[in-house]
């Protein structure tokens, strides 16, 4: 049974940090596309960043520069560190796990496991 378990979410002011953290089991995680998305109040679920097997690392353009997307394997984890928050980046964060080949990672139906999410308030 494969489970994602999203952590480090909370409250903090605009301008802050804070880093998720997703700890995955069940799959051979190595070999699985990553993502990360959020989905707030009255919205879509939207896509935040992606890291494939090979390294390869795809964000949503109002989180470049700010966000970085990283992954360990030896430790079945994946990683969202969020720098200079704003508030219109308040939203449920998910985790989620890829394991079909050849799936688009902004894409969220292509994704076969998620999270239960973890909130992140930005407070202006």
């Known amino acids: 049974q494969v489970q994602l378990v999203e952590s480090g979410g909370g409250l903090v002011q605009a301008g802050g940090s804070l880093r998720l953290s997703c700890a995955a089991s069940?799959?051979?995680?190595?070999?699985?596309?990553m993502g990360w998305f959020r989905q707030a109040p009255g919205k879509e679920r939207e896509f935040v960043a992606a890291?494939?097997?090979?390294?390869?690392?795809t964000y949503l353009d109002s989180v470049k520069g700010r966000f970085t997307i990283s992954r360990d394997n030896a430790k079945n984890m994946a990683y969202l560190q969020m720098n200079s928050l704003k508030p219109e980046d308040t939203a449920v964060y998910y985790c989620?796990?890829?394991?079909?080949?050849?799936?688009?990672?902004?894409?969220?139906?292509?994704?076969?496991?998620w999270g239960q999410g973890t909130q992140v308030t930005v407070s202006s």
């Open positions: 890291i494939r097997w090979s390294g390869v690392i």
């Open positions: 069940g799959r051979t995680f190595s070999s699985d596309t």
């Open positions: 989620a796990q890829m394991s079909t080949i050849g799936g688009l990672p902004i894409r969220p139906t292509d994704y076969t496991y």
